[in-house]
């Protein structure tokens, strides 16, 4: 073989060798793109929804919106004016209180946990056990209640009506319907609606910005969908079913929706909550019985515990692998958004 037949056969067999190295370059890249890209279903299933809900009787106005701010960072909702509505759902801690249960009128220790009110609007139920239908019909209930703020509505009326800048507020959000539990539901609930998700790496990656969700997080939306079966209690926008499971926690002193709904499979049943911003509300579960999304997530690999109440039908060993609950958790992360801006209004006095 003279020196050229060589070089020839050589470049050849080096075009060869080289095309095979792309064509495996182009099907990896392939492959990984489509790892890294949302389905459209996806797209259209876990996109914000145009309107945030809201009752004719109450749309948001600024004005209504603004009273409604006040009246939340207002500790004299409280009978000791020492507790306010961001006690418990404190803006700098996920719209939560870090507190693995809540704590109420003279310290006591409550048994659930303050839920984050974080795209509250978007849900059927409020509250835990859901016995509340809509904001303005739970926003009373924790003013009232001797274990929560413990105040007479008599009393804040009374303790309202002196002050003239709440006068003022009030006229301007509810003209000529004064100051009254009502209105105090009615404003409460309006600022309520304006706490929405802002836009988290999940979304970003969704719209298509590259880099958006780390490769880990990638991986692990598809076990949250595959087998871990997550969507079978989280899914949608706000991820959530607005459903009631008992999800096997080794508690069971709180009988759940079943206090609500006497049927045997709420037992122990809690509302499904959101999962936005999951990384801001440690601890985690109605009870705070865990620290950590790592926590959370080998509960659920477990199974949950047998208990008093009927466990869900979802809750089964998932027989994850270590790489797959990194994967779930770095998931869980990529849900948590931009901080929300939000000011503290300076409050009306007399």
């Given at each position: 073989?003279?020196?050229s037949?060589?070089y020839?056969?050589?470049?050849?067999?080096?075009?060869?060798t080289?095309?095979?190295?792309?064509?495996?370059?182009?099907a990896?890249?392939?492959a990984?793109a489509a790892e890294?890209k949302?389905?459209?279903?996806d797209?259209q299933?876990?996109l914000?929804?145009?309107?945030?809900p809201?009752?004719?009787?109450n749309m948001m106005?600024?004005?209504?919106?603004?009273?409604?701010?006040?009246?939340?960072?207002?500790?004299r909702?409280s009978?000791?004016?020492?507790?306010?509505?961001?006690t418990?759902h404190?803006?700098?801690l996920?719209?939560?209180d870090?507190?693995?249960?809540?704590v109420g009128?003279g310290?006591?220790?409550?048994?659930r946990?303050?839920?984050?009110?974080?795209n509250?609007a978007?849900q059927?139920f409020?509250l835990?056990?859901?016995?509340?239908?809509?904001?303005?019909e739970?926003a009373l209930g924790?003013?009232?209640a001797g274990?929560e703020?413990?105040?007479?509505?008599?009393?804040?009326i009374?303790?309202?009506s002196?002050?003239?800048g709440?006068?003022?507020?009030?006229e301007?959000?509810?003209?000529?319907?004064g100051?009254?539990?009502v209105?105090?539901?009615?404003?409460?609930?309006?600022f309520e609606r304006?706490i929405?998700?802002?836009?988290a790496?999940?979304?970003?990656?969704l719209?298509?910005v590259?880099?958006?969700m780390?490769?880990?997080?990638?991986?692990?939306f598809?076990?949250f969908k595959?087998?871990?079966n997550c969507?079978?209690c989280?899914d949608?926008?706000?991820f959530?079913?607005?459903g009631?499971h008992?999800?096997?926690?080794?508690?069971m002193k709180?009988?759940?929706?079943?206090k609500?709904?006497?049927?045997n499979?709420?037992?122990?049943a809690?509302?499904?909550?959101?999962?936005r911003?999951i990384?801001?509300?440690?601890?985690?579960m109605h009870?705070?019985?865990?620290?950590t999304l790592?926590e959370?997530?080998?509960h659920?690999?477990?199974?949950?515990?047998e208990?008093?109440g009927?466990?869900?039908?979802?809750m089964?060993?998932?027989?994850?692998?270590?790489k797959?609950?990194?994967d779930?958790?770095?998931f869980?992360?990529?849900?948590?958004?931009?901080?929300?801006e939000i000011?503290?209004?300076?409050l009306p006095?007399?």
């Amino acid at each position: 073989m003279n020196s050229s037949t060589f070089y020839q056969k050589s470049l050849a067999k080096m075009v060869a060798t080289a095309l095979i190295g792309i064509s495996l370059s182009l099907a990896a890249t392939s492959a990984m793109a489509a790892e890294m890209k949302a389905s459209d279903e996806d797209t259209q299933k876990y996109l914000r929804p145009m309107t945030v809900p809201q009752p004719a009787n109450n749309m948001m106005t600024p004005e209504r919106i603004e009273l409604g701010k006040f009246l939340f960072f207002d500790p004299r909702l409280s009978g000791s004016n020492f507790i306010s509505c961001a006690t418990c759902h404190n803006p700098a801690l996920g719209w939560s209180d870090a507190q693995p249960t809540a704590v109420g009128h003279g310290m006591d220790i409550l048994g659930r946990s303050s839920p984050t009110i974080l795209n509250t609007a978007y849900q059927r139920f409020q509250l835990w056990d859901g016995r509340a239908k809509t904001l303005e019909e739970q926003a009373l209930g924790p003013i009232v209640a001797g274990g929560e703020m413990a105040q007479d509505m008599g009393s804040l009326i009374e303790e309202l009506s002196a002050i003239p800048g709440y006068i003022k507020l009030f006229e301007a959000a509810y003209p000529g319907e004064g100051i009254q539990g009502v209105t105090i539901a009615k404003a409460l609930a309006a600022f309520e609606r304006t706490i929405v998700s802002t836009d988290a790496p999940f979304d970003r990656w969704l719209k298509g910005v590259d880099g958006a969700m780390s490769k880990s997080a990638i991986r692990g939306f598809g076990v949250f969908k595959g087998k871990a079966n997550c969507t079978a209690c989280h899914d949608g926008f706000n991820f959530t079913d607005d459903g009631f499971h008992n999800v096997g926690l080794n508690d069971m002193k709180d009988m759940g929706r079943y206090k609500i709904k006497p049927i045997n499979i709420l037992k122990g049943a809690f509302k499904t909550p959101t999962l936005r911003d999951i990384d801001l509300t440690a601890p985690y579960m109605h009870n705070g019985a865990y620290k950590t999304l790592q926590e959370v997530v080998e509960h659920y690999n477990g199974g949950g515990f047998e208990n008093a109440g009927t466990l869900s039908p979802n809750m089964k060993p998932l027989k994850l692998s270590k790489k797959e609950k990194k994967d779930l958790v770095e998931f869980l992360k990529s849900l948590t958004g931009d901080p929300m801006e939000i000011t503290i209004p300076q409050l009306p006095v007399k």
